[in-house]
């Protein structure tokens, strides 16, 4: 359901400034993206179509289930026409280094930042640095969400979510929105340079049934974190149901893409 949405929201200008960052020596090798928490395959489906050249897409997720419909739904074709394949292996995320990045020519990533802690984004961008490629992160939230008509809850709630994304998960204290900024202040200190950009999703009457699930999702968390807010809710979220069923509401969701270029473009 997010994926057209994702598609839409995620700054192709970044997308065309790896694409230029990347080094071909032998044009006819293919171009090897390794893509983590790619899931179903949505970040191969959008990329690959905007990258020139053959390429080889390895894609990390912990679930078998989605990796085996990356595997049957990816993409086909590059920019320029030439085959794309997918691989998929599974492994838990935060723990991979730089033996597993190794010989990449570009890393990708979509939502997933905002699920680690502050060392586990090091840790991750520790291992970009080191296979020395482009990494390309999108659709990190950043916790600023405008709803149209606005409601003066709106921002109680906003506030509550934000807290549930920084929540501490199994003793791990999560980043939420601080992810992207995390990640960025990381590759700078390791001399990348790094480029971020706003790709926010924007939900209007065409997209309704997605912002009805994200708005269930949103309203939800919220409460979890917030139980003195269930009252409010219980009547605050019908009025929003009854307004995006009937297309009248307008929901922005900020996120950011970050992209990192190794220092001097020194593969």
């Known amino acids: 359901m997010r994926e057209p949405a994702d598609a839409a929201a995620r700054h192709r200008g970044l997308a065309a400034e790896a ?56 993409p086909r074709a590059s920019a320029d026409g030439r085959p794309v394949t997918v691989e998929t292996r ?71 979510f934000n807290a549930h994304q920084r929540r501490m998960a199994g003793g791990r204290a999560l980043l939420g929105p601080d992810a992207s900024q995390a990640a960025a202040e990381a590759f700078t200190r390791a001399g990348a340079r790094v480029l971020a950009r706003p790709s926010p999703w924007r939900l209007g009457a065409e997209r309704r049934a997605l912002a009805a699930e994200w ?28 307004e995006c069923a009937a297309g009248g509401l307008y929901v922005e969701v900020e996120h950011e893409d970050v992209l990192a270029l190794p220092p001097g473009g020194d593969r």
């Open 90 to 160: 599974t492994a838990e995320l935060a723990s991979l280094g730089e033996a597993d990045l190794r010989g990449a020519d570009l890393v990708t990533a979509s939502a997933l930042l905002d699920l680690f802690t502050r060392g586990e984004v090091e840790r991750v961008v520790a291992a970009c640095v080191g296979a020395r490629c482009p990494a390309l992160f999108t659709l990190s939230v950043k916790g600023r969400v405008a709803l149209t008509p606005q409601e003066p809850m709106d921002r109680e709630i906003q506030e509550a």
């Open 215 to 242: 708005l269930e999702g949103w309203v939800g968390a919220a409460v979890e974190r917030n139980p003195d807010l269930a009252a409010k809710a219980g009547a605050y979220l019908p009025r929003r149901r009854a």
């Open 19 to 74: 694409a230029r960052a990347l080094r071909r020596p032998d044009a006819d090798a293919p171009l090897v993206v390794r893509d983590l928490g790619g899931g179903t395959g949505s970040m191969a489906r959008w990329l690959a179509p905007l990258l020139p050249g053959p390429q080889h897409w390895v894609v990390y997720d912990h679930d078998p289930g989605l990796l085996e419909r990356a595997r049957a739904a990816g």
